[in-house]
């Protein structure tokens, strides 16, 4: 089982910007999804950034002030959030699919954004 953990969240000012990371326990190389979601107060976990065969994809809502990158030196993923506004509220949590048919599926604990107007 891969180890998740993020960090970077915190509190910020709306038009703030944050950098949150997420350290793997293995090699982010082996994985076939890494990915980014969040999960605001009363919400359902949504997907923020994913990143399959090199190509990021992002959405609608984010799109244009999130940047997902990885640092494979240091098995690292960091989701880079610029102009936060209080809509982007919320636990932030790393996720990887690994393996044949991604039977491996881990999730980190997650990292509190919360974002004030």
């Known amino acids: 089982q891969v180890q998740l953990v993020e960090s970077g969240g915190g509190l910020v000012q709306t038009g703030g910007s944050l950098r949150l990371s997420c350290a793997a326990s293995?090699?982010?190389?082996?994985?076939?999804?890494m990915a980014w979601y969040r999960q605001a107060p009363g919400k359902q976990r949504e997907l923020v950034a994913e990143?399959?065969?090199?190509?990021?994809t992002y959405a609608n809502s984010v799109n244009g002030r999130f940047n997902f990158s990885t640092d494979n030196s240091k098995n690292t993923a960091q989701l880079q959030i610029n102009n936060l506004n209080p809509e982007d509220t919320g636990d932030y949590f790393c996720?990887?699919?690994?393996?044949?048919?991604?039977?491996?599926?881990?999730w980190g604990p997650g990292t509190q954004v919360t974002v004030s107007s």
């Open positions: 990143f399959i065969r090199l190509i990021v």
């Open positions: 996720h990887v699919q690994a393996g044949y048919e991604n039977i491996l599926n881990s």
């Open positions: 293995a090699s982010i190389g082996g994985f076939n999804v």
